[in-house]
């Protein structure tokens, strides 16, 4: 079965407006932290944003907030005020066994292509 | 600045050909690791290394291997590199207080290509 599973291979938005793309992952492990990273066309991965399992509030980082919803599995990215710098490729990531120490294997979904319109 | 470093960035080569892309860090993680990025996959984990001279197999350690004799690199090798290696590889290190939020950072990928 999928660990991380992003339905949406793309997406359209309105620059201003805001955006969400869906992230659902799959674990039996109670300590576990999701990320969002970003990859525009020139090829890097750039970190967004962390939520760890066991925090009571959604994380958030500037036009960046996770959309936490542990019952149903799902770590939803929410970008607010898009901009046309925001047209990249979007990975949701997941990290299991944060309590254990083991290694610290990121489980990356397939990706969202999100494009800002002007 | 913290970096992490790959090289070369852009690699065509032919099978069999024995090859190796270097990663190097400044930010002395003791973690670091290899994914590798194909269309419709995402990124998936080649080998990590929590510490000099410990390594292990990621999701897809076929046909790779790699080495930690310093903190600081972690080149991946690929003794008789075939077709279906060929991908974007990216380095990753992160920080050593396993539990927390630590994040990878990754270098700026290197793109092979195998004819």
């Known amino acids: 079965a999928q660990k991380i599973t992003q339905t949406q291979p793309g997406m359209f938005v309105q620059e201003k407006e805001a955006v969400t793309l869906d992230c659902t992952y799959d674990?039996?492990?109670?300590?576990?932290?999701l990320f969002w990273y970003k990859q525009p066309s020139s090829g890097e991965m750039i970190f967004l944003i962390y939520?760890?399992?066991?925090?009571?509030q959604n994380a958030t980082e500037g036009r960046y907030s996770l959309n936490f919803q542990k019952a149903r599995k799902s770590a939803n990215l929410v970008i607010s005020a898009s901009q046309l710098g925001d047209s990249a490729m979007y990975f949701c990531?997941?990290?299991?066994?944060?309590?254990?120490?083991?290694?610290?294997?990121?489980?990356f979904g397939s990706g969202t292509q999100l494009t800002v319109l002007p | 600045e913290a970096q992490v470093t790959q090289n070369p960035r852009y690699l065509i080569t032919v099978t069999g050909k024995k090859l190796t892309v270097t990663c190097s860090q400044n930010?002395?993680?003791?973690?670091m690791s290899w994914y590798r990025q194909d269309p419709g996959l995402g990124l998936r984990q080649i080998y990590y290394?929590?510490?000099?001279?410990?390594?292990d197999k990621g999701d897809v350690p076929e046909g790779y291997k790699v080495s930690r004799k310093e903190k600081r690199n972690f080149p991946l090798i690929l003794e008789s590199p075939s077709p279906n290696q060929t991908s974007l590889y990216f380095c990753?290190?992160?920080?050593?207080?396993?539990?927390?939020?630590?994040?990878?950072?990754f270098g700026p990928g290197t793109r092979l290509t195998v004819l």
């Open positions: 290394s929590m510490n000099v001279e410990v390594t």
């Open positions: 674990t039996s492990d109670p300590s576990y932290g």
């Open positions: 990531a997941m990290r299991e066994g944060l309590s254990s120490g083991s290694a610290r294997q990121l489980t």
């Open positions: 990753a290190t992160s920080g050593d207080r396993a539990g927390e939020s630590d994040t990878q950072y």
């Open positions: 930010m002395n993680h003791e973690y």
């Open positions: 939520q760890g399992s066991y925090d009571q």
